[in-house]
């Protein structure tokens, strides 16, 4: 399929799945840019970086917190 396809395709897609779409496709676009995997890479070497399930649970304390 063609991008001209893509987009003539879209056209006709609700808002939800256009939103989905375009969520997607901009999830491909970063995944395919050099300077974007080298930045991830370096931030999951940091000391900063945090794993899924640090991420979660913090996000629970912060709700248990009310904020």
């Known amino acids: 399929m063609s991008v001209a396809e893509i987009k003539a395709q879209a056209d006709g897609l609700s808002f939800t799945e256009l939103s989905d779409l375009a ?11 050099p300077v974007r995997r080298e ?6 070497k940091s000391k900063d ?5 640090e991420f979660e649970k913090a996000l629970t ?7």
């Open 23 to 33: 969520r997607y496709v901009r999830t491909l676009a970063l995944r395919k840019d």
């Open 49 to 53: 970086w945090l794993t899924k399930a």
């Open 39 to 44: 930045q991830v890479q370096s931030a999951q």
């Open 61 to 67: 304390d912060l709700d248990q917190a009310g904020r």
